[in-house]
């Protein structure tokens, strides 16, 4: 079973940069044909996609996001970090990392969530 762990401040000042980071268990995240998403909630909004970090290491970005975005990984820990750069409170949100294969837009483990604020 694969289990993934978000991990991170919960609280960001304006113009800082929030960073997270999700562990995973059960599982590589270099397990070929994989994808290794971040995905927020703002609160009484929907669910929006970041990014992702494939199992090669290639990433994409969501277009409205990717001038402050970035996701890197670490193979040894089995870890994948988002970096959002320049944050105000319209980045407070529940942020998400999720597993889904390459060929699917399903996912099929999320993490539990944690809660992020942009507040000084």
């Known amino acids: 079973q694969v289990q993934l762990q978000e991990s991170g401040p919960g609280l960001v000042k304006p113009s800082q940069t929030l960073s997270l980071t999700c562990t995973v268990s059960?599982?590589?995240?270099?397990?070929?044909?994989?994808?290794w998403n971040w995905i927020r909630q703002p609160p009484g909004k929907g669910l929006e996609w970041m990014g992702v970090?494939?199992?090669?290491?290639?990433?994409d970005y969501s277009p409205s996001l990717k001038s402050r975005t970035s996701i890197s990984r670490d193979t040894a820990k089995n870890q994948f970090s988002l970096q959002l750069s320049s944050v105000t409170p319209e980045d407070t949100a529940v942020y998400f990392c999720?597993?889904?294969?390459?060929?699917?837009?399903?996912?099929?483990?999320w993490g539990q969530g944690t809660q992020v604020t942009v507040s000084s």
């Open positions: 999720a597993s889904r294969p390459v060929v699917s837009t399903v996912y099929d483990y």
């Open positions: 059960g599982g590589s995240i270099t397990t070929t044909y994989y994808a």
């Open positions: 970090m494939h199992y090669d290491g290639s990433t």
